[in-house]
């Protein structure tokens, strides 16, 4: 249950197997972006690809020395575009992957096409999603609702790429999905469709526990997305924007030319990826230990190299000495910009009134948002977030103070674009929307787990929070999520605890979430989980997602199968 890894042995494979020799990689927008997340340029260079190229693009050379490997989603324009490609071909063989199924149609067009017949191998391989960690992944996919119901479009690239996550992972799940969510049941039958169509592509090995998808919906918990997350990779993408593992640092004063855009990869940076999942006070500590490690095995100057072997020495050790100082320089830099970023914004001093809001029963915190509200160095999103989780969270109370929020909002000159957000919010996750209650302990046993809680305290006052999925996915494993909440699709049910459980949000997860089934993979035997959504989100994205939602913007692996033979 590694989609990361998946996705890499897909592209392995077809390097692989288009034998020795100079390569070109063609690929598409998505494709592009898939590649990108689990191999880098000089990792792929090293297996003789020494051209990466768009199907799109009208600039190609003839390059009759290189075999092409042409990596696809199988859309009607990249068909269109490949059958253009072969009628007059650059280079000297095709390898042919889609990234999910292919019409036979399709396949007899781009036959009919080959009149050179340069095609050695057309195939389906399921890498259909973007693998952000081994355990969560993203469809990249913005505005995927129209009021309550899908876009058309959006639910078929949805269908898509889950049942790509499912067909590489290799997995034929019992299927359960949130009630109150028509957009998870229409989800939840449009990839039962697909199972059913291609049956003989999910015919894998019977396990004793057959895996399990679950639908959920983000409207059932739109506070998670709205609060500041600390730990280092969900800071990253909150603060700074982590785009397909890349962040652009171009704005931050005094940058370095090397630094404008740096990589953040856990499969090739230590420091990253074992710092992903700590909060930030952790981080601060470590980024001291790696620059005092740095500074240990750094070159001592000329007195080293007195003698051939201390230079060979040197020589030798370079490459490695060379890859730390970049790993320092990046980290340092990252760490820095949060650390500006927060006392700028006074990050520290919101973030605890969110959590009050989210995780507290204490209407006295309207006055700490609004205190908070008068501060000058309290950004506008800050301030419009704020009044966004009073708004959520204190939505029919008897003594609200919304209104005069608003007011202050208007006030400190926060935009008419941000102050509609406040409404659309509630319109999006309010709780005539909601399908479970998200900030009040409804029975006992809840009660008593929350009063035990506050007895033992928190580790940290800015990670208070949990989100709705970590008690989804307690219950679930447990084998006790309620079937009148989370029904079954069809006739198919589970009679014991699920062990292989995929989760898919439609309208994005958050690097919160994932964090919570990070834990629980470690904390619970025998259960392994991957958690996907529509996208990831950061509080600006998510934002995106509710106004094109609720309409205040106008604007809007396994194995493959071989289809052919050499």
Known sequence: MNVTLAVKQYVTRMIEDSG???????????????????????????????????????????????????YLRPTKENVESLIQELRRPKYSVYFIYFSNVISKSEIKALAEADEQEVVAEIQEFYGDFIAVNPHLFSLNLQGVARGRSWDPTMLSRSTQGLTSVLLALKKCPV?????????????????????????????????????????????????????????YQAMVHELLGLNNNRID????????????????????????????????????????????????????????????????????????????????????????????LVAERQLMEVSEVEQELACQNDHSSAQQVRRLLRLPGVCELDAVRLVMLYALRYERH??????????????????????????????????????????????????????????????NVYTQHQPLLQDTLDQLVKGKLRDALFPYLGASSLRDR?????????????????????????????????????????????????????????????EGRNLSRR
Request: hydrophobic residues 40%; glycine residues 6%; proline residues 3%.
């Open 249 to 340: 640092l171009s704005r931050v004063p005094g940058i370095s030319k090397d630094l404008r855009e740096v990589v953040l990869s856990a499969d090739n940076d230590d420091f990253y990826a074992n710092n992903l999942y700590l909060n930030f006070g952790e981080i601060g500590t470590n980024i001291k230990n790696l620059m005092e490690d740095f500074q240990k095995k750094k070159p001592k100057g000329q007195q080293r190299l007195e003698s051939i072997s201390d230079m060979k020495a040197f020589v030798d050790s370079y490459p490695q000495f060379k890859k730390m100082s970049g790993a320092v320089s990046k980290h340092v830099t990252v760490v820095g910009e949060l650390s500006r």
């Open 398 to 459: 008897s003594n609200s103070v919304l209104p005069a929020m608003m007011e202050e909002l208007a006030k400190r000159g926060v935009s008419e674009k941000y102050r509609k957000m406040v409404h659309s919010v509630v319109e999006y996750g309010g709780k005539r929307v909601r399908g479970s209650d998200l900030v009040t302990a409804t029975d006992a046993v809840a009660i008593t787990k929350q009063f035990l809680k506050g007895l033992k305290g928190v580790e």
């Open 498 to 558: 699920p062990q292989d459980v995929l989760v898919f949000v439609v309208g994005g997860a958050t690097y919160e979430e994932a964090l919570c089934v990070y834990n629980l993979n470690r904390s619970v035997p025998g259960v392994r989980i991957v958690l996907g959504g529509t996208a990831v989100h950061s509080t600006k994205s998510f934002l995106e997602e509710v106004t094109m939602t609720t309409g205040n913007i106008s604007d809007r692996a396994g």
């Open 20 to 70: 020795p020799g100079m390569k070109v990689l063609l690929m598409d927008k998505d494709t592009t972006s898939i590649v990108s997340m689990v191999y880098t340029q000089s990792e792929i260079l090293q297996k003789e690809v020494y051209l990466l190229e768009r199907i799109d693009s009208q600039n190609r050379d003839n390059m009759k020395h290189l075999k092409a490997i042409c």
């Open 175 to 231: 299927i359960r999905y949130q009630l109150s969510s028509d957009m998870a049941k229409r989800l939840a039958e449009s990839v039962k469709l697909i199972i059913t169509k291609e049956y003989e592509l999910f015919d894998f090995r019977k396990t004793e526990v057959p895996p399990l998808l679950l639908i959920l919906d983000r409207s059932d918990d739109a506070i998670t997305p709205l609060l500041n997350q600390w730990t």
